[in-house]
């Protein structure tokens, strides 16, 4: 008995320090949209639908806000027609100058590529869009989509394939989000005013309801107790994995997967879109990007 409690008190203490929140959908998310739109309960609490009909769409986030670590998420996206429709994952702070890291996926109809769209919002500025074409059918199956988020850089990996990295230049007056805790949120919804070929294809009702289906939510990252997170999560040590040397700068192996990607799938670059800036293309892209 005593030889159990000392191993679950010893367990108990590697899990804290490992940071691991066993983000179970159920246990770790909450239903802010679309009440009967929404399910949890399948597969023990680890899966997640969001449907979206004419009635309503549906939205859920995480109870606890997070600053730096990984955050990891299967999705299934909306089969067939889904023109109009977005299925969205991101990170995002509250308030007017607020941090933002997205995913978000613009439906298609049948047989057509979907296309991910990400974004960073830097004290409640964003514009900084890069769009992608996926190598794969998203609707076929579940895909790894995570967010890799620590005090140097952020990388967007798609099945562990880095597909975009925005890094820190703070030392160059570049706002970077690590002063803000941010929460994990998960929504389906209409966008078909810009969504699908800019919002010239509408949404077909006729092939409602549209089900996104979520699994193996992973939050292994630092939990948001306030501004003393800020060093706290921020300080390089071991507890803190997410400061090792080695997440501060992808691999010259990994640096060539993100360069494939750019290379075949990148359909949209902010920093390449000189007509929208009047001339005046954000400082960052004048920077080594990755
Ligand atoms: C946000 O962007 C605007 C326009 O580019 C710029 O004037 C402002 O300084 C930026 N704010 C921050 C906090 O970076
Ligand atoms: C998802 O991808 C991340 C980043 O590469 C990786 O750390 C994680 O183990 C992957 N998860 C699954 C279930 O494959
Ligand atoms: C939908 O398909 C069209 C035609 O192939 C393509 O131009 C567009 O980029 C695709 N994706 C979206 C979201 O519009």
Redesign the pocket.
Known sequence: MAVLQAFLIVLCIIVSHQNLVDAKFSKSMYITWGAQHATMQGNGGEDLNLVLDPFSGSAVQSKRGFLFG?I?M?IKLVPGNSAGTVTAYYLSSTGTKHDEIDFEFLGNISGQPYIVHTNIYTQGNGSKEQQFYLWFDPTADFH?Y?I?WNPTEIVW?VD?LPIRVFRNYENQGIAYPNKQGMRVYSSLWNADNWATRGGLVKIDWTSAPFTARFQ?FRARACKWNGDISISQCGTTSPANWWTSPIYSQLSSAKRGQLQWVRDNFMIYDYCKDTKRFNGQIPPECFIQQF
């Open positions: 990984s990891e299967l790894n995570t890799h990996y562990s193996n």
